[in-house]
Every structure is written in structure tokens, then in C-alpha cells.
């Protein structure tokens, strides 16, 4: 594992103290002669004021993927596909490793509350958009919860992009319906045309024991 430690000449590492005495560090990994502008900074090694104790590193080396390592000899790895995190795999007892396999379903949805530009006329190729949604998380015991979502702003209560069903491991689920949330602007100045923000929350929630079975709200 490749380990590395700032120094006061180094121009590629920045160490921030916090107020509570934890110390991060940070480490640039972008290759400047291919894309100059785009710095990739990135946390190396958590530590404390007994810092060699007490720390936590994460390695970058293997692509796709982060190794996280703490003072008490434990590993974590993290698994990426295209950005997606798709397994963790954390130490556990008996010097075993618990894994956990996240599946994602590239899906067509409705962008949240999308309105069209005044200047397309017909057809707006911006309303949609895929997008990765977690569609299981499987447990080291091979039980799953699974997931289903919205795919668009039908109704004042289905929001696109948000979860509908849970299903647990145990056979339950969860439902829920949405409701939008109007804010007028913080700024006086932007309140004019009756300018709000929007933001949106669960309206309710149903607790199923089975698929049909309802047993609260």
C-alpha cells in the first residue's frame, strides 16, 4: 500500500486541523498534463493528537477501488463501476469479511419538476434523464432489500427520482407518497412574481408486513 505523508515542502498535500484535535489530510492525485485545470484532491489519513495510535488511511492506488485501513489492523474496501459504488466488503469477526453487493438499474426518469425552456417547441430532449438507482442492496447473508421508484411527476405525490417501495429483508415494506414544499426566497429582493423555493418531503409513509398486509401509517 502506498502511504503518503505531508511534508512542509510538499505543493500536493494540505493538512486541516479541527477544532476537536482531528487532523485530515489531503493529497492531490490529478495528472496535470492531461486535464491542467481540474485538481483532484482527495482525504489520505485521518488522525488525532496521538496520531500514531489513532488513524485511519485511505488508499487510491488500484483503480476503481478504495482500501481504508485503520490503527487497529482492520481493512475496508470499497468496489466502484462508472463511479457507482457496487460492493463494500468490512472486516468482521474471525478475521472474516462481510460483504455487501449493491445493484444499480440504469433507469429513464423525469427530471423533478422540470419545466421546458419557452424556445423548444415540442419535443425537449433535457425532460428525461437515465440515472443509476440502487435497485437491491444484498447482505453477507444473502437476504436483500429492494428497491422501486418513481419515474415521473404524475401526480401531485409521486416524485420522480423518489423511492416508492422498500421491500426488507424479512418480507415488509415500506411505501411512500410525496408532497411538495413552498418557501418564499430569503432575499426580499427575489420574492417578486411570487418567486419561491421548492423543496419536497414524504407525505406518508405505509408499514406493510407482506406485499398486502397494511399494519400502520
Same mark, same amino acid.
Given at each position: ?11 500536493d498535500c494540505h493538512r486541516i486541523e479541527f477544532p476537536d484535535g482531528e487532523i485530515h489530510e489531503f493529497h492531490e492525485f490529478h495528472d496535470f498534463s492531461a486535464i491542467p485545470d481540474e485538481p483532484d484532491w482527495r482525504v489520505t ?21 478504495? $482500501?481504508?485501513?485503520? &490503527?487497529? #489492523? ?11 459504488? @457496487?460492493?463494500? +466488503? !468490512? ?59 418513481? $419515474?415521473?411527476?404524475? &401526480?401531485? #405525490? ?11 429483508? @424479512?418480507?415488509? +415494506? !415500506? ?43
Open positions: 500500500m502506498r502511504r503518503h505523508v505531508c511534508s512542509s515542502a510538499s505543493s489519513r485521518i488522525t488525532d493528537v496521538f496520531a500514531h495510535d489513532h488513524y485511519v488511511e485511505i488508499d487510491y492506488s488500484v483503480a476503481d477501488e478504495w $482500501t481504508i485501513t485503520d &490503527s487497529y #489492523g482492520r481493512t475496508q474496501t470499497i468496489h466502484f463501476t462508472g463511479g457507482v459504488v @457496487t460492493s463494500v +466488503e !468490512l472486516s468482521a469477526f474471525g478475521d472474516e469479511t462481510a460483504t455487501y453487493t449493491l445493484v444499480h438499474t440504469p433507469t429513464e426518469i423525469e427530471r423533478q419538476k422540470y419545466g421546458p425552456p419557452d424556445c423548444l417547441d415540442g419535443s425537449d430532449p433535457l425532460a428525461l434523464i437515465t440515472v443509476p438507482l440502487l435497485a437491491r442492496l444484498v447482505l453477507p447473508d444473502e437476504s436483500y432489500y429492494e428497491m422501486s421508484y418513481n $419515474t415521473n411527476d404524475s &401526480s401531485p #405525490g409521486v416524485l420522480s427520482g423518489g423511492i416508492k417501495k422498500l421491500r426488507l429483508p @424479512t418480507g415488509g +415494506e !415500506l411505501h411512500w407518497d410525496y408532497q411538495q414544499l413552498d418557501f418564499l426566497a430569503q432575499e426580499p429582493d427575489l420574492n417578486f412574481d411570487g418567486r419561491v423555493n421548492a423543496a419536497y418531503a414524504v407525505e406518508t409513509k405505509e408499514i406493510f408486513v407482506d406485499s398486502e398486509t397494511q399494519v400502520g401509517q
